[in-house]
Structures are given as C-alpha cells and as structure tokens.
C-alpha cells in the first residue's frame, strides 16, 4: 500500500501465472482434478465399528439397523422423551425397565435369552456394553468362520428384536423369544449356502456352512 491507501503496482516484465494448491503446502503448484475433489470431499474418519457392520456377507437389511444402532440413531423410548415427546418408557418387550438401546438389545429379558441362546451354541462370552460388543465382533473368535457366523447372529438379533418391538407397539402381536430364535437360525443358514459356494476351501477346513451346522444342526 503507498500513501494514501492506495495500491502500489508493481512495474514487472514476467507474466502472472496461476499455482494451485489444494490445501496449505499440499501439491506441487499444477491443477489436479482428484487432488481438487479430494480437498472438496474429505473421506470421513473409520469409525471404530466400521468392520463388524460393513463387512463381506452380510445382510444388507440387518447391516443397515445395526448401522443406525451403531451411530445411536435408533428411535428408542428414551431418546422419544428427551425430544419432549409424552410416550411411555417402559420396555415394550419386558416392562421391567426403561427402554434405551443397551437395555433393548441386551439387557432386557427377552433379547437376553435371544443372544444367550446363540452365545451359548457357539461356546462364546461377549462383554456386556454395546459398543463393547461391537468391538468383540471383530476377533471375537480365532476361527475365521466363527467370527463371520458371530457377526451374522448379531446383525439378525438386532434387526429382529427391533421388528418385534416395533410390531409389538403398533400390531399388538407377540412372539415368544423362541420364534426369534427359529426365525434367526433359518436367515442365517439360507445366507451362508450361498457363501459357503462361493468359499475357497483348502484340506482340512471346513466351509461356513459346515461350521454353522456343528453347532446348530439339532
């Protein structure tokens, strides 16, 4: 700036020339179209639950419920009260205790008896909490088709004890924790044929189907 507030123009004989750089001392000065739309659209954060919903084989319906629960983003009772909303907060599916998401999913009576079943078949303990559970489903067994066969159970108890609560509350039907069960086991064993089609299997291993049905043929 000169005197005055005006702008001193500066006498030069070289050209101006335009440098891009997406972001502070990043790029070397040329434009580039991927460099320009990565700087545009950041790739989010991994979240620390991201392989126990998004992994291969799932169910796309169950992945997506477990993917809402996981971000805590499921319409629970308690979530309807804090909103200022006037509903009841009793569990739907036990009527002991307030609903929230741990209680629905694993400490309620009847969801309890869901996952125990399937724990107990596989010969597993899970930790309690649920972002602990979602953690645990990443190793949550040494045995590659256990772990997948886990992680399956979880996306199903999930997404059916939120369809029968959610039946519960506008159809007024019930169905027993062993309904659940029978439902479960049977989504399960119709998505693990396909997979266990597609398994490359070497000597002395045995596909996810076979291992489903070790522990769950009776």
Known sequence: MGDG??????????????????????????????????????????????KAVWFVGRIPKHAFITWIAARD????RDKLIGWGLTVPSNCVLCSGHDESRQHLFFECAYSHQVWSFFLSRLHL????????????????????NVNLIMKLIHQAVLYLIWKERNARIHSSVEKPPGALIAEIKQTIRLRLDPLARRQRITAGQSSVLATWMSFFAV
């Open 73 to 76: 983003r499921m319409v629970t």
């Open 125 to 144: 303990v899970a930790p309690q909490g649920f972002d602990e559970v979602l953690r645990w489903l990443k190793t949550s067994s040494r045995d590659g």
């Open 5 to 50: 507030g005006w702008i001193e123009v500066l006498d030069s004989e070289v050209d101006d020339k335009y440098v891009w750089y997406p972001t502070a001392e990043r790029g070397n000065g040329c434009f580039s179209t991927s460099e320009t739309w990565r700087a545009l659209h950041p790739p989010p954060a991994e979240v620390f639950w991201h």
